[in-house]
């Protein structure tokens, strides 16, 4: 779609909105005005006399659709709050026009980012009650009413989660970006260790490098890690002794002794195995996912999967057998083969098999992926939506509650991805990261590390090298940006009231 913007230059605003309700369609900025009978987007800004005014026209299949609104000028452009305000305008006129040409609205409304959950957490930690956080989303955001209820109870959990959190504690995340075989869904940085077997042990010499670096900041510091996450990839992937490596590592480098949640992706059950479990559970860990994505032979294979159901009905047995407490399985809605009727199946197979964490994806078409090439094989957007709607019914009557979610780009129906888990049960790794409370240290490939000022909301991201050679090779920049963490918690030491030094630590 053209898209012409007067008055600013907010270009994000109006692609996520774009996005949102187009999601078939891709920004353009001609120069010179719409042809006749083109669609096209006018998004216009104006400031006068103590008001921002923001305006939308908007021609979608021949017809003509227009929104106004205006709001007290919230300050220059270029000021982060200011920003914020203007964008909020201009994405709501645009979306009033949207909705009205579509006919409908999408499930989570004029909601454009990843983490709609991040707009109730802060207004009930400012003080706000629930039904005014509840009112927010209704009112501002046109969010319906199921993703209301969704928003606010992981919204009571992320609070829950931050009043849990020291200031002086931070979460690691341990990247393995290796699997067995590639998923026709995935984009994740990984690689197939069929081809990447010369890999492993380079990778894992770089990756125990970084550990014992991250080890003396977190020292230097003056600070102790309270999740552990691996994630990948599939770190299952690795061979037992190699996985006794990379734990043995962790405990000889870092300081475990605030350490009180230990997670692992053993993930695709073609890669558990009792000598794996073992190695685990030696070392502490209390929590493994084996995530089936479906319980359906025949969706497995249409997604590239080289495992059955009955190799998860398998694995899970010997999962439980080796003493994990808590265990995730994973489902996704939209799967390739998949119907409304199928996706019930696997779920009630899943419940059965009553895993204490039960996270349910929705599809997300990305670039990269097998499945770009053959989107006509995917189940529409109304079937998604009724798996969706099964899973959360399904769910809460089986004494299940939603506790973290996020959303990503491409996502059939503009749905979501959300944690469901028996009460006290909860991820803490998965709050922290997706909500951003605290600090994610991130090792190896692919790893992102999120440095977090919870009170100031200031984040610093520092990414590490996406694919295990180029990590393998960029390990000496990658240990001297790591050296930002020192300078960061030592802003906030200066900070005070609320920083660490205020913390008593």
């Known amino acids: 779609m053209k898209l012409y913007l007067r008055g600013h230059d907010y270009k994000y605003a ?41 305006e939308a026209q908007l021609r979608w299949q021949g017809k003509t659709y227009a929104s106004r609104d205006s709001i007290p000028d919230p300050g220059e452009p270029g000021e982060t709050e ?45 003080g706000e009650s629930e039904a005014e956080a509840e009112r927010r989303l209704r009112e501002i955001y046109h969010v319906t009413p199921q993703r209301v209820r969704l928003a606010m109870d992981c919204a009571r959990a992320s609070v829950a989660a931050r009043k849990s959190l020291r200031p002086d504690e931070v979460s690691l995340y341990v990247g393995i970006p290796f699997c067995p075989t590639r998923c026709a869904y995935c984009s994740f940085i990984s690689a197939d260790v069929k081809r990447a077997l010369q890999l492993l042990e380079p990778y894992l010499d770089a990756l125990e490098r970084e550990i014992a670096a991250a080890g003396d900041l977190l020292r230097r510091s003056g600070l102790f890690v309270r999740t552990i996450y691996f994630g990948g990839g599939t770190p299952t992937t690795l061979s037992a002794p190699q996985l006794e490596r990379v734990m043995g590592a962790l405990e000889a480098h870092l300081d475990l002794s605030r350490l009180t949640e230990y997670t692992v992706e053993a993930g695709r059950p073609d890669t558990i195995t009792p000598e794996k479990l073992s190695v685990l559970r030696s070392h502490g860990v209390g929590r493994v996912s084996v995530n089936p994505q479906s319980m359906s032979d025949e969706v497995l294979a249409a997604m590239g999967r080289s495992h059955t159901a009955a190799d998860i009905r398998r694995a899970m047995a010997d999962v439980r057998a080796a003493g994990f407490g808590v265990v995730n399985m994973d489902l996704i809605a939209g799967l390739p083969r998949d119907s409304a009727a199928g996706f019930a199946a696997s779920l009630e197979e899943v419940l059965s098999l009553a895993p204490e964490n039960i996270t349910v994806h929705t599809l997300a078409l990305k670039k990269g992926s097998r499945l770009m090439a053959d989107p006509e094989a995917l189940p529409s957007a109304g079937a998604v939506s009724a798996m969706l709607d099964r899973a959360d019914e399904a769910l809460r009557g089986a004494g299940y509650v939603p506790y973290y979610l996020y959303r990503q780009k491409y996502m059939s129906g503009s749905f979501e991805n959300v944690g469901w888990c028996r009460p006290g049960t909860e991820n803490l790794y998965n709050i922290a990261m997706m909500e951003e409370l605290h600090t994610v240290l991130a090792l190896g490939g692919g790893g992102m590390t999120k440095l977090v000022d919870p009170d100031s909301g200031r984040i610093l991201r520092i990414p590490n090298a996406k694919y295990p050679y180029e990590y393998i090779q960029s390990i000496e920049t990658c240990l001297a940006e790591k050296e930002a963490l020192t300078a960061f918690y030592a802003g906030m030491k200066k900070e005070g009231p609320h920083g660490l030094s205020a913390a008593g630590n």
């Open 14 to 54: 109006a692609e996520q909105m774009l996005l949102t309700l187009f999601p078939g369609q891709r920004p353009l900025y001609p120069a010179e005005p719409p042809a006749e009978g083109e669609d096209f987007l006018v998004l216009t800004l104006t400031r006068e006399n103590g008001r921002a005014e923001g």
């Open 82 to 126: 200011a920003d914020r305000a203007y964008q909020q305008l201009l994405k709501l006129c645009f979306y009033r026009c949207g909705t009205a040409a579509l006919g409908r609205e999408p499930p989570w409304g004029a909601m454009t980012g990843v983490r709609p959950v991040k707009i109730p957490t802060k207004a009930l930690l400012r």
